[in-house]
């Protein structure tokens, strides 16, 4: 099999390039590296490879955050013969602590790995498609994630207060979003909501466990709505949030709503920033749906 490490230099806000070739020339397998140079530049790369070599087997290494792995694992969509693993390097790696006994960080379980069947979301919006491995978030997670590349590289708000800070600038500006959303054709929500998630994964923020129920292997998406609610009372839930206390907690059984389902529409009357896998699109009407175990994604023994 060959082993094909994608890096993005600059993920974490640090180069890792140099370190992780250095470990990567000592691993006994059939290795290369491709550093990426752009926006979405690492899905261009692994579908272009796949194409031109049909016939071999290979697994590609997202080295970087979530949105470096949105990217190589969407390139492997339309390729049976890839499989996916994720070196987290970025500033939230939130899609790995799914298996929080895994280390996917020792280079050597890595590759070792087996590749386990996991599910991904197709997006349509727009007359165009994306693909999402861990959430699709919006309202006011949306709002954060807008936040945070305003902050993300400056003193004390960033880093990894990016996120926090974010938290902080959408309860003043990001607390109120209408849409209606349907799940496999049946109304689930119509008017107000602070945020909704529709999951794979279960972690966001950097920790944040917004989805703890969700099962990435079972074909079904995780879909979740809160209310809004009063600045007070989300100081006072936030830390039930983060800990995945919200489904069950009887603090939040009036303002929480949860389906389970294979096919969702969201629909707005105005514009409304998504995020998929952190990365910001904008549109009017969202159509997704799982693809059940549409990728071989490697996990190291835990």
Not at 227 to 252: C, E, N, Q, T, W
Request: hydrophobic share 35%.
């Amino acid at each position: 099999m060959k082993h094909l490490f994608v890096i993005n230099p600059h993920a974490g806000g640090k180069n890792h390039a140099d370190r992780l070739a250095h470990e990567i020339q000592h691993l006994s397998v059939d290795s290369a590296i491709h550093l990426t140079t752009g926006h979405l530049e690492a899905t261009q790369f692994v579908d272009h490879y796949c194409r031109h070599h049909p016939g071999e087997a290979v697994r590609f290494y997202a080295c970087g955050g979530d949105g470096t792995l949105n990217e190589v694992a969407s390139g492997t969509l339309p390729h049976p013969q890839a499989e996916v693993g994720c070196y987290p390097c970025g500033s939230g790696n939130d899609y790995v602590k799914y298996w929080p006994m895994a280390n996917f960080r020792n280079l050597q379980a890595l590759v070792e790995a087996p590749a386990l069947p996991v599910d991904m979301m197709r997006v349509r919006f727009d007359g165009q498609e994306r693909h999402c491995i861990n959430l699709m978030n919006m309202g006011f997670e949306a709002a954060v994630c807008r936040s945070m590349e305003i902050v993300r590289g400056k003193p004390l708000v960033g880093g990894r207060m990016a996120y926090t800070s974010g938290i902080v600038h959408s309860l003043f500006y990001g607390r109120h979003h209408p849409c209606r959303i349907t799940v496999d054709g049946l109304p689930f929500h119509e008017g107000d909501m602070l945020l909704a998630s529709l999951a794979n994964g279960r972690y966001a923020g950097g920790g944040y466990c917004c989805a703890p129920r969700s099962a990435n292997d079972d074909g079904l998406l995780e879909v979740m709505t809160v209310l809004p609610i009063s600045v007070a009372r989300f100081a006072s839930v936030i830390s039930l949030y983060k800990k995945g206390l919200h489904l069950d907690s009887p603090k939040m059984k009036d303002v929480v709503q949860y389906r389970r389902g294979q096919h969702v529409t969201v629909e707005s009357t105005r514009p409304m920033w998504v995020a998929l896998d952190g990365e910001l699109v904008c549109s009017k009407r969202f159509e997704v749906d799982n693809l059940p175990h549409s990728l071989r994604f490697a996990v190291p023994q835990q």
